[in-house]
């Protein structure tokens, strides 16, 4: 069921800024974590307590007593999702589901990339915990209720070989889609890092087939950058947009 006026935060977080996202359902209070990566403390003492950086954006109250002025029941966190593997996407994990005792969501093609996480992270000279396992699979194409929110799960690989960009249905506005690495204002997810399964045809076909027939107003939270729209990236998107040429598939530097 599409939720109506969803509360949606962002949190840039690691070295790497990535986009860990938070999604409230405002009338039940039913809260999802997508892509919960690094700085679980920084996520888990704003969700809980109001406390510390806060998010670096919100379209939502701010502290118990605008909730209380909106109506909005306490805050219970009912799922994390993930849109893929790599480490900056999934190395908290654990401690995210040690602090909230809920299932962890990962399309199974990405089982064996989530396996590389640590090793991943060393390369950047920091240690992330003993790798989550997932508690249920992504199925493309499936409508999964989680809690109060319904997201449709697109299994949209070339990124990583698991990768999904999860549909958030809206009642009252438009759609709000997190992609991970699939796509990016004004660019694409790489595909040359090692034991991914990237593959750049692949990917622009996942976007072409599974993002474009979005609707243009269907809001964009790439793993990385600033937010943009499907219709804005299907005009412009150098690589993979009209302006590519007429829909061709380009090849190029990777952000």
């Excluded at 599409?2 to 509360?7: E, I, Q, R």
């Excluded at 992504?138 to 809690?147: H, K, P, T």
């Excluded at 976007?207 to 609707?215: A, E, M, R, S, V």
């Excluded at 499907?230 to 190029?252: C, L, M, Q, R, W």
Aim: charged share 20%; proline share 7%; hydrophobic share 35%.
């Amino acid at each position: 069921m599409a939720v109506k006026d969803p509360w949606v935060e962002y949190f840039m977080v690691g070295i790497l800024q990535m986009r860990c996202s938070v999604v409230t359902d405002r009338a039940t209070g039913d809260t999802v974590i997508i892509d919960g990566g690094a700085e679980p403390e920084r996520i888990i003492q704003w969700i809980d307590e109001f406390s510390g950086q806060g998010p670096d954006w919100t379209n939502g109250p701010q502290s118990f007593a605008e909730m209380k002025e909106m109506n909005i029941p306490s805050r219970k966190v009912v799922a994390l999702l993930n849109t893929h593997a790599h480490f900056d996407h999934s190395g908290h994990i654990p401690d995210l589901k040690d602090r909230y005792q809920v299932d962890w969501y990962l399309h199974p093609d990405d089982t064996f990339l989530q396996t590389l996480a640590q090793k991943s992270a060393l390369r950047y000279g920091f240690q992330i915990p003993e790798p989550a396992v997932a508690d249920v699979d992504l199925i493309a194409d499936q409508l999964l209720d989680v809690g109060a929110l319904t997201f449709e799960i697109r299994h949209t690989p070339g990124h990583t070989l698991g990768g999904c960009s999860l549909l958030l249905l809206v009642e009252d506005g438009p759609d709000h889609l997190f992609v991970g690495d699939t796509l990016f204002a004004g660019s694409v997810g790489r595909t040359d890092l090692p034991d991914t399964g990237g593959d750049f045809s692949v990917l622009a076909h996942s976007i072409h087939t599974q993002l474009w027939p979005l609707d243009p107003s269907t809001l964009v939270y790439p793993g990385h950058g600033p937010m943009t729209t499907i219709g804005h990236e299907k005009e412009t998107n150098p690589f993979v947009g009209d302006s590519s040429g007429a829909g061709t598939y380009t090849i190029g530097k990777y952000s």
